[in-house]
Structures are given as C-alpha cells and as structure tokens.
C-alpha cells in the first residue's frame, strides 16, 4: 500500500479544487436557461469563472470545504484500520496546504482543532464488498448547505401545500418545500438528495448518500424517477434562482433513495447541496493503493465563459457605484436594491464568534462608516510570517440577525456583506442608521480572494481561522445591493413570491 496516502490526498485536492463534470455540466445548462444580463444569469457567470480559477490555481472552488466524509468499500482481507490512518494523515496534510479550511470545531469549548482532526471529524464510513478493488468516495459539503438540511415528519401541514399525507403526493409536497426554505441561502442553484423512510438517522444517511449518484442517472424505481422529474420541471418555477436573486434555475439535481420505516414513522428527509457540490471517486490498487481510475470525470467538461450580457444588450443595464472605505452615510442612502457596488479599502471579516463577542465588548478597530464582510476565509502565512488569502467567499449573514441591528448602530458600520441575505430587524436597523446589505455571490471563494491585494492585519487568532477578524484590504470587490437604507429588501421579495408559487402546487398530482 505504498501509495495509498498519496491516492488519498490526491482525492482530498482534486475533490476541493475540481468541480466534477456532471456538476459543471448542470452549471452550464443553468446559466443558458437564465436571460441575459440578470443577477442570477451575472451569478452564474461568476460562479463558472471561480470554477475555472480554483481548478488552475489547485486552490479551493470554495472556502468551506465543509465535513470530509468518507464512504469506503474494501475487499475481503484489507485492513480497514491502515486506511483510516491514512485518510486522518492526509486530511491533517490538505489542511496544512491549504487545500482544506481548519473546519474542526470542539462544539462546547469553540476551539479550532486547526487539522481537521477531532471527535467525529472526518467522517468515514466502511463496507466490505465482494469485489477486488478498494473504493472511496468523498464529499465535502458545507455549512451552509448543510444547515438548509430538513426532515419532515408525516403526517404533517406544510403552509401554501395543506395537508401531507403519508403517500408519493405528500412526499412529493415535502420536497418541494424543501426546495423553497432553503431560498437562496444554501447557495442557490442547488442538488438534494432525498430519502425517504428509515428512522431520523438513516433517513438522513440516505438523503446523503443519494448525492453519490450521478447528477444525470435515473433512478430504477419508475415512480421515484416519475418524482425526480417532476420535482426538477416544478422547483424551477418557484422562481427563486441563483443565489435567491430570482430566476429559472433553482435546482440542478434531485436523487431520491427509499428505505422500510418503521410503522409509527414516516420521515422524508431532505440533504441539500450547493452549486459548489465537490464529490470525487477512486478506485485504488488493493496492493499498492495506486489510483486505477476516478469515479466522476467521464470527460473533460468546460465552464461556459461566454459572457451573459455585452453592454449594449440591456437596456436596464444595473447601475455601477464605487464606494471607498470609510463610506458616508450620504453615499449609503444614494444606494438602491439591484445596484452593483464596487468596493475598495479596507474591509473587517466577522461571523458568529466575532458578533456574539461585539454584543458586549469593544472593537479594537474603528468601524465607524466600515464594512463587516461575514466571511471565513481560508489563509497561509508564508516564512516571513504574512498571511495570504487563499479563498475568501462569503457565509450565509442570517445566522447573525439576532446582532446585527445592533451591531450597526453600536460601531457605525455602513455595509454588510455576505449571501443569502438578512431578516427584518437588519433591514430596520439599515434604514435607520444608514447602511447597506451587499450580496456577495456564495462559494466565488477564488473570484474573492483575487481582489484582496493585502492582509492589514488579524484579530481573535483564539476564535480560529475562519472566526478571526482578519482586516482586508480589496480592490474592485463587486457585491450587489439587495437590502438598502430604505426598507427594500430583494429577498424579502422572492421569499414571497416563491411563496405564493409554491402555493400554487398544493393540488395532488401522485396518486
Ligand atoms: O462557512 C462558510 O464559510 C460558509 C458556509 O458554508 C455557508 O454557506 O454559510
Ligand atoms: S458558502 Fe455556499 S458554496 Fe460554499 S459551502 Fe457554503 S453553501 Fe456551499
């Protein structure tokens, strides 16, 4: 087994920096379905070249390379044992390259383990199989996607959809609203997968695993795939798009598993994925773990780069304003939901542990007409001692509405980037005390971290890497205006159109 480690940390790199084929076909049908010169078709765009520059700068598509897990197959007489020692070494390694986030967190003390080492983290699933070869497969899936994860329990009533029953169409029900809570938060367009049965354990292994199968494969059960397809014609017209922006691509995928339940239960249970679904496959040499072959790339696919809108196509061409940091209140309130900013100056980063810290406690610098980018950025110190960015897209902002309010009007903060966008009492705040909400595009982690020319400066090491405050200075950091100072907010809106189409599928359709 000579070369099992380097197989493995081959399989670590090339599933963090490589979006496989099927993914990055669906992504380039999804950006042809979007009109010209929309936010969700400028979206895709920016997605496609993030794609693109991960891949040639061996660098992560995007920031949060999420919770390595493992599925390994082996043949009879492998030692299981050697393999999972390998797989822990080489996450460690990946980690210290930067090809991996530190994503380790001891869930009581918040400290980062820093390797990606801990209890429960990896993951690493083992089977044994009758066939020669060692299979294993790795997803990294983030946070963010994660979090928009969801179980139903049927019976049950699902607003706009009535009553769901414990049959094809109630299951068919609970996906759809699958689809329309996560919005654009979980980093629209999307892949889930869906499992259906089991207990609350395995219905969510299954959801999981339903992510292993090919974006393209139909399922052999006729009326799961009667289901697949209908979920993947009808969740695109919920009109929530790419990044929650609005549009015609919402979802790319939709794999649905099925297991026994037990008779009290009935749980469909919903995994979602972002765009940047990284999943990767070997096949390895039993003897010398030499990789034979790779699992997902049938063929070589390129990212669409033809751009989506020359400037003459448009007539409403979204308005350009380059704002410089500090920013004045007069500049914030000019600003209007559907403009596109171009920041430069110096930015803070800042997410859970910071907002939660800032509650009760100073800032050791001004923010003051400053810019919070919630982000957790993946960073290297070179031998000199100075930080680099190594991918810097943002982190779903909700789960900061409980501060944000408050933050704002405590430090003076101007604009607040990040995805997916925030909840009434920030836009409250906004127009009180004049500041924006800046939708920077998810998982664009490569695209971000190239307009960051230098570290300023970190603070909060102790919070770990990506909860520190790290003090950036950008140039040409473009970001979309989807909350202002005057009480509009763009989500607010698709929240509720979505809404009011999701309405309009509650008549059953499966028998
Ligand atoms: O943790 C992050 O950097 C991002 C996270 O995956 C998110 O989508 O919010
Ligand atoms: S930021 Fe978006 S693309 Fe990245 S892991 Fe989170 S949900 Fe996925």
Avoid at 273 to 284: I, M, S, T
Avoid at 426 to 434: C, I, R
Avoid at 495 to 510: C, Y
């Amino acid at each position: 087994m000579e070369n099992l480690k380097q197989s493995i940390l081959e399989l670590i790199t090339d599933t963090s920096t490589n979006l496989p084929p099927d993914v990055r076909r669906a992504v380039n049908a999804a950006k042809v379905k979007e009109d010209l010169g929309t936010r969700a078709a400028l979206s895709l765009s920016t997605i496609a070249e993030n794609v693109v520059m991960a891949e040639e700068n061996v660098s992560p598509i995007c920031q949060d390379t999420g919770m390595p897990t493992f599925e390994v197959k082996t043949p009879v007489g492998v030692n299981q044992l050697i393999i999972k020692q390998a797989i822990k070494e080489m996450i460690a390694e990946a980690t210290k390259t930067g090809k991996l986030r530190s994503n380790s967190v001891d869930s009581l003390t918040g400290e980062n383990t820093g390797d990606n080492l801990g209890p429960g983290t990896p993951v690493i699933h083992f089977e044994q199989w009758e066939e020669d070869e060692i299979e294993i497969k790795l997803i990294l899936k983030g946070g963010g996607c994660e979090n928009k994860n969801i179980q139903y329990s049927l019976p049950c009533e699902l607003e706009g959809l009535g009553k769901v029953g414990r049959n094809l169409d109630g299951i068919r029900k609970c996906i759809l609203h699958a689809v329309y809570q996560a919005q654009g938060q979980g980093c629209s367009a999307g892949f889930i997968g869906v499992g259906i049965g089991g207990d609350r354990t395995s219905g969510y292994a299954l959801a999981k695993h339903q992510l292993f199968r090919k974006v393209e494969d139909v399922n052999p059960n006729a009326d799961l795939a009667a289901l697949e397809d209908y979920i993947m014609e009808t969740a695109n017209q919920l009109g929530i798009g790419t990044m929650g922006f609005g549009g015609n691509a919402t979802l790319l995928g939709c794999k649905i598993g099925v297991e026994n339940r037990l008779p009290a239960s009935f749980f469909v249970s919903v995994a979602y994925n972002c765009w940047a679904f990284r999943r990767q496959g070997v096949r390895l040499n039993p003897e010398t773990g030499e990789i034979l072959r790779y699992l997902y790339k049938d063929e070589e696919v390129a990212m669409d780069l033809t751009p989506v809108a020359a400037a003459d196509e448009t007539d409403d061409e979204p308005r350009e304003v380059v704002l410089q940091a500090p920013i004045t209140e007069e500049q914030i309130r000019s600003l209007k939901v559907g403009d596109v900013v171009i920041i430069n100056g110096e930015m803070h980063t800042g997410r859970d542990a910071l907002h939660s810290y800032l509650m009760d406690h100073d800032c050791p610098v001004d923010l003051n007409g400053g810019i919070i980018y919630h982000c957790g950025p993946v960073m290297m110190k070179d031998h000199e001692g100075e930080w680099h960015v190594k991918a810097a897209g943002p982190t779903t902002s909700i789960r900061e509405e409980p501060y944000q309010g408050e933050i704002i009007k405590k430090f003076g903060i101007r604009a607040v980037i990040g995805k997916g966008g925030m909840g009434a009492k920030t836009l409250k705040a906004l127009n009180e005390h004049g500041a924006v909400y800046l939708n920077a595009i998810g998982g664009a982690a490569q695209y971000y971290a190239r307009c960051i020319k230098k570290v300023n400066g970190v603070d909060f090491m102790e919070f770990g890497i990506p909860e520190a405050m790290w003090h950036l200075n950008v140039k040409g950091f473009a970001a979309i205006v989807t909350m202002d100072a005057h009480g509009n907010s763009l989500h607010a809106d698709v929240e509720k159109t979505s809404a009011e189409r999701l309405a309009q599928f509650a008549a059953p359709v499966f028998k």
